[in-house]
């Protein structure tokens, strides 16, 4: 998979300079983008059998838990194309206040 765009990560890492969660959220992370590039999603049941703790929000939109469900990555597959858009990327207080079908970055 192709995962658009890395900078959101990195920026969201960022914006956690001196926090507490900062080295385990960027462990996470890295780790989550490894997994995403290296894997071959075909549907949203692939995604599941590597991420049984994702929630399939749709045909195209998945919420990732991110260090232990403190943060919410959400993505959008097009898994014909094999790319993953970052959609929205917080904690999991800021993820109660999103509708995860319409959220953008930069939201």
């Known amino acids: 998979m192709r995962v658009i765009a890395r900078t959101t990560l990195k920026q969201f890492v960022e914006k956690l ?3 507490k969660d900062q080295k385990a959220v960027k462990s996470a992370l890295d780790a989550w983008f490894y997994e995403a590039q290296q894997a071959d ?6 995604v599941r059998k590597a991420y049984s703790s994702a929630s399939i929000i749709g045909s195209d939109r998945v919420v990732f838990n991110i260090k232990g469900n403190d943060y919410r990555l959400v993505v959008a597959i097009n898994y014909r194309l094999q790319i993953v858009f970052i959609k929205w990327l917080g904690s999991h207080a800021q993820y109660d206040k999103i509708d995860v079908r319409t959220v953008q970055y930069g939201d």
């Open 41 to 46: 999603w075909k549907n949203p049941a692939d």
């Open 17 to 19: 300079r001196g926090h």
